[in-house]
């Protein structure tokens, strides 16, 4: 039995399979999923899991080279779009309508309890070396 690191077999097998430039998205609970675009399903309730608890999980997982999120969510989830901000220093902003075609080029949607406007972001792997 693996004794740390991420624990959902579904989401460390898509992290181990990614490759420079793959995407993966984590959702609020709204968030279409598109048809082909596999669903890891996290969401137990409002709020559980939330956005950031997954998003700090996958940092630690993932080689991140940059994130992609809804241009609405500077405005309508302030308080989100700040802390991304910070984490982050490649940043790309599309509308939510370009974001939810954006997510049918990932290897997987996330979906957590998160209930907040806009909760929703494209992490492009890098690599290692």
Known sequence: MKKQGMLNS????????MGHTDTIVIADCGLPIPDGVKKIDL???IGTPS????LNELEKELMIERVTLADEMKT???PLFLTIK???THCDYVSH????????KAKAIIRTGEASPYANIILTSGVIF
């Open 10 to 17: 579904e989401i460390a097998k898509v992290i181990s399979d």
């Open 43 to 45: 969401a137990l309730k």
């Open 51 to 54: 956005f950031l608890d997954v």
């Open 76 to 78: 309508d989830n302030q």
């Open 86 to 88: 910070d984490k982050f």
């Open 97 to 104: 309508e370009t974001f939810k075609k954006e997510t049918k």
